[in-house]
């Protein structure tokens, strides 16, 4: 069973920093890309970064320069470490895994809050 | 970046009737690779999304036959052919075409 359970949400004030893990099981975490994605309450859904099995790495463009997406192949672990952070940062962070091949995201975490605020 | 735009937002909807959803992106979901990624995700309230379609019309393990999605280029749809009661929720559409991935608006689906 495909298990992806996220961790390290909290409250921080701006400029503050963070890093999110998402604990992977279930799957053959090194072969397949993966992602963060987050949603700011009573909004849509927003992606956020995506790093492939050959670490390659991809940002949305408010992250650029502050988000690090990395991943841990020996802990089938997936991290976001984030500094600078904003007001706009606020959201639900899920974890999500791409169905191999198909460029679709198919399984999501539960996801962890993260709140910025002074 | 290519931005995609969901319509209606919102869609109320009689139990047993069809219900249909549009996207539409700025740019050609062609991949080089010659396939289109387009795919389609349905998430009920306080719960993370799943996923419905991917590559504009194969449904995901699991995914009840009465969604289908169509569509080519830059215009997608996903209908429901009988909405049943465990459909409402926010549908996405999402296209993973680009490097940097988007999410359409999400368009609420609810019983009338």
């Known amino acids: 069973e495909v298990r992806l359970l996220e961790s390290g949400g909290d409250l921080v004030q701006p400029g503050g920093s963070l890093r999110l893990s998402c604990a992977a099981s279930?799957?053959?975490?090194?072969?397949?890309?993966m992602s963060w994605v987050r949603q700011a309450p009573g909004r849509g859904l927003e992606w956020v970064s995506t790093?492939?099995?050959?670490?390659?790495?991809y940002y949305e463009d408010s992250v650029k320069g502050r988000f690090t997406i990395s991943r841990d192949n020996s802990k089938n672990t997936l991290y976001l470490e984030m500094n600078s952070l904003r007001a706009e940062d606020t959201a639900i962070y899920y974890c999500?895994?791409?169905?191999?091949?198909?460029?679709?995201?198919?399984?999501w975490g539960q996801g962890t809050l993260v709140t910025v605020s002074s | 970046d290519i931005v995609i735009t969901q319509t209606p937002l919102s869609s109320p909807v009689t139990l047993g009737q069809p219900a249909s959803i549009s996207c539409r992106s700025s740019?050609?979901?062609?991949?080089?690779?010659?396939?289109?990624?387009l795919s389609w995700l349905h998430q009920r309230p306080g719960q993370p999304p799943r996923l419905l379609i991917y590559?504009?019309?194969n449904r995901f393990s699991g995914v009840p036959d009465r969604f289908t999605g169509s569509g080519a280029g830059t215009d997608f749809t996903l209908k429901i052919s009988r909405v049943e009661a465990e459909d409402v929720g926010v549908y996405y559409c999402?296209?993973?075409?680009?490097?940097?991935?988007?999410f359409g608006q999400g368009t609420k689906v609810e019983i009338k």
């Open positions: 999500a895994k791409d169905h191999l091949g198909a460029l679709a995201v198919d399984f």
């Open positions: 279930g799957f053959a975490f090194s072969s397949y890309v």
């Open positions: 790093i492939g099995a050959s670490y390659d790495t």
């Open positions: 740019q050609s979901l062609v991949h080089s690779d010659g396939n289109t990624y």
């Open positions: 590559k504009i019309s």
């Open positions: 999402m296209q993973t075409a680009q490097f940097s991935r988007t």
